[in-house]
């Protein structure tokens, strides 16, 4: 029969910390990612709201008024 400590069966906690901040950094651009699907398929869904075509371009001019929203000088 063979004894066996508590330390041989945990993991060793070399690149703990590591592993902490890159899960977390991975939850945090999974909620950045799912907002921005959120908000696209709301835009989208716009476009069935009847025979005004102009609703369409409304939102996207809401997106585009939003502060933190990146503007390309490219227009």
């Known amino acids: 029969m063979s004894t ?6 945990t993991a060793p906690a070399i690149g703990s910390h590591r592993q902490f ?3 977390r950094l991975h939850s945090l651009t999974g909620l950045i990612f799912g907002g921005y699907i959120l908000v696209h398929l709301l835009v989208n869904a716009t476009l069935i709201q009847g ?8 939102q996207v001019n809401k997106i585009h ?4 929203c990146w503007q ?4």
């Open 51 to 58: 025979n005004n075509p102009d609703v369409f371009q409304e």
């Open 21 to 23: 901040l890159l899960r």
């Open 4 to 9: 066996a400590t508590a330390a041989e069966f």
């Open 65 to 68: 008024s939003l502060p933190f």
């Open 72 to 75: 390309s000088s490219g227009r």
